[in-house]
């Protein structure tokens, strides 16, 4: 069987030093991980300073594929994870390493992982973080919670290692595919647009508002068939909205 | 009670990378360790590389102790642990870091712990990994076993961390009320009444869909806020559609 670091896809958004972008070629080498992502990097992968430090991992840095934006790069990805190393999270749920590597594993053995790390001065947005299944923690210091991005990279697959070689025995075989990050996206978008035209949401309250929404699907790890039902409710909604009394 | 990370001392044996010596300073300061110390390095650790990385750990390079020889460096340390990456370590047996950190738990209060990192090229000879009392494996890939150096102290350090501050995470998380299963339930009801009204739901659908729908907030452990949210958008939509075109 195939061991879950093989499935795990490491996803860099707009990282900036090429001495981490090259050290996690390196990691993604040590782990075996599948491939290595580049969302709208601010870097070259190809300089210099990152072939140093990718030292047997420069075919990862070869072989990286670039994107514009988060939700491109994590499309094809049956469990997303994000990490989190900022205090102003809001109510986004945090999960420790450990605690999101054991949930990686229930998911179906077939799908992949999208592993996603944000920029060095300021991680990923709040925006960004609801993409994710499950958010981690990274803080381990109140008074200096900030880790190099390599260095939380080495710890996020660490964990992914170890969780598997502890337990590659309790695998659920009947577990319901999460439904994808674009699938939710475009049922937030439906939604957004009629709550706009029907009064509940103004322009300045619809992306908190939305963003609350999104934050139960995420917590609810929402599956395809049930945004399928969703989006059903919205659509017939428009259509009543659009043809009662008329 | 003192964390045990704060009487951790963090051990360089012959480092000759200022890159790794400045990020490992960071991480000291990450983790909250109580000291850097070198052993022969081969660098400066004063050096503008190793000032670049070690960011707001700068003062575990200023501070940082020199020592000829390993012996002389742990010297005042209760509880030795060295780290092996390769693999002709003889018959010195290995654990894993999560062994290694429970054993050290367990260990007297008071004394302090070093840990202990070889080389960047060949690590720790093995009279130095004799020197421990454990020996920690980071062999993590057949194919490609070496670690950065600094991505091995991550990983040290994080194991160090998790397994004396298991899930103080979800205790520091806010938490927020979950809503009563009465407010659930008549948002349901309100939510079934207006879709069977619009012909989203028929009689005999209406069970098993709605049912979904409340599995989805079950699982969400959806917040008494949350409910109201949603429970004013089911109103607003009843609003418009019995006042459009009208």
Chains 1, 2 share one sequence.
Not at 71 to 77: E, F, V
Not at 105 to 114: D, Q, T, W
Request: net charge neutral; charged share 25%; with cysteine.
């Amino acid at each position: 069987m195939e061991a879950l670091q093989q499935k795990a896809k490491v996803i860099l958004v707009e990282p900036s030093g090429p001495l981490n972008v090259g050290s996690v070629a390196r990691l993604c080498k040590n782990f075996g991980v599948k491939e290595l992502r580049l969302v709208a990097p601010r870097c070259d992968p190809n300089d210099a300073e990152a072939q140093r430090m990718a030292v047997k991992g420069k075919s990862f840095l070869a072989n990286a594929q670039i994107y514009s934006n988060l939700l491109d790069a994590i499309s094809d990805c049956g469990r997303i994870v994000a990490t989190a190393g900022r205090i102003d999270h809001g109510d986004i749920p945090l999960y420790s390493p450990e605690e999101v590597m054991n949930w990686s594993l229930k998911g179906p053995i077939e799908s992949s992982i999208a592993l996603v790390f944000g920029r060095e001065d300021r991680g990923l947005t709040n925006q960004e973080l609801l993409l994710a299944n499950k958010v981690i923690s990274l803080n381990h210091s109140s008074s200096y919670p900030s880790l190099n991005l390599s260095h939380a990279v080495a710890i996020v697959l660490h964990e992914l290692y170890r969780s598997e070689a502890k337990s590659s025995l309790n695998r659920e075989n009947k577990v319901e595919p999460i439904a994808s990050p674009r699938d939710v996206n475009n049922f937030v978008k439906d939604a957004e647009e009629l709550l706009l035209e029907i009064g509940f949401l103004y322009d300045h309250t619809a992306k908190s508002r939305m963003s609350k929404i999104k934050s139960v699907l995420q917590r609810a790890e929402i599956r395809a068939e049930e945004v399928a039902l969703i989006r059903g409710i919205v659509r017939q909604m428009r259509w009543a909205i659009e043809n009662q009394n008329s």
